[in-house]
């Protein structure tokens, strides 16, 4: 018999909850990074809080290799939809 197969489904959630908080806790430092990158390009009125959200929505959408041209014409028809809407 195997050792997993002598475990319990609690001792599995337990491992896992502790694994996850090892994970979580190496990835602190990394967080503070980004945070620290952040307020750096905040405080040097580089980009706006606005311009930083739009910039890491297009990062995300980047790694998700989203298709922008397919992106942007559904962009251009929901805009057109919303605003016949309002215009009625």
């Given at each position: 018999?195997?050792?997993?197969?002598?475990?319990s489904k609690?001792?599995?959630?337990?491992?896992?909850?502790?694994?996850?908080?090892?994970?979580?806790?190496?990835?602190?430092?990394?967080?503070?990074?980004?945070?620290?990158?952040?307020?750096?390009?905040?405080?040097?009125?580089?980009?706006?809080?606005?311009?930083?959200?739009?910039?890491?929505?297009?990062?995300?959408?980047?790694?998700?290799?989203?298709?922008?041209?397919?992106?942007?014409?559904?962009?251009?028809?929901?805009?057109?939809?919303?605003?016949?809407?309002?215009?009625?």
């Amino acid at each position: 018999m195997s050792t997993t197969a002598k475990k319990s489904k609690e001792d599995f959630i337990v491992d896992y909850i502790s694994s996850l908080s090892t994970i979580e806790e190496a990835m602190e430092p990394f967080k503070d990074q980004r945070r620290d990158l952040r307020k750096q390009y905040t405080d040097n009125g580089w980009l706006s809080t606005e311009e930083i959200r739009t910039a890491v929505r297009a990062f995300r959408l980047m790694k998700q290799e989203v298709d922008f041209d397919e992106l942007r014409a559904t962009y251009r028809t929901l805009r057109g939809n919303v605003g016949e809407e309002l215009e009625e």
